[in-house]
């Protein structure tokens, strides 16, 4: 991979929802914004009571997945609200309406940059709004994952 001096432009990312068929085909909307990408380790602290060092150690604890939040304008289809309405009416396993999600960064020339792919997701949110009668907004749509882990891969072309 070429060394870059600038940063990639926010603005060229791809979003594929997938329980083993692909959703890409599904999704007629392009998502605005995705955030809250990311992941943590948490530490513990533990002494050992024989110990001479009157310290602790810390050391590595459970490791945790933020939940994403995906953004897109309403439009007329119903997509993101089945997601979630599928499992509320208990027509589909919460484990299995989405189990994988990857957003890909892409350069300006349309080539894949960084892949986040994010694992064991579960819809556990949608909301529509806010509905406002000034101004030009648009309609926004929401859906929330929760994500058991978070992988990011660099495309290495």
């Known amino acids: 991979m070429a060394k870059r001096d600038r940063p990639y432009m926010q603005f060229n990312f791809l979003v594929n929802l997938n329980n083993g068929v692909d959703y890409r085909n599904d999704i ?3 998502f605005q914004e995705v955030s809250g990408i990311g992941l943590e380790v948490t530490t513990a602290e533990y002494r050992a009571g024989n110990e001479i060092d ?3 150690r810390k050391i590595n604890g459970l490791n945790k997945s933020a939940d994403i939040t995906f953004k897109r304008g309403s439009i007329a289809t119903n ?5 979630i309405d599928t499992v509320r009416n208990g027509v589909a396993d919460p484990n299995t309406v989405i189990t994988t999600a990857r957003v890909t960064l892409q350069s300006e020339a349309h080539a894949d940059v960084i892949t986040w792919t994010l694992k064991g997701a579960r819809v556990i949110k949608y909301t529509c709004g806010p509905f406002n009668a000034k101004g030009t907004d648009v309609l926004m749509e929401e859906m929330v994952l929760s994500v058991e882990r978070v992988e990011m891969e660099l495309d290495q072309s």
């Open 28 to 30: 007629t909307a392009g």
């Open 54 to 56: 009157n310290r602790v």
């Open 79 to 83: 997509d993101l609200y089945t997601l």
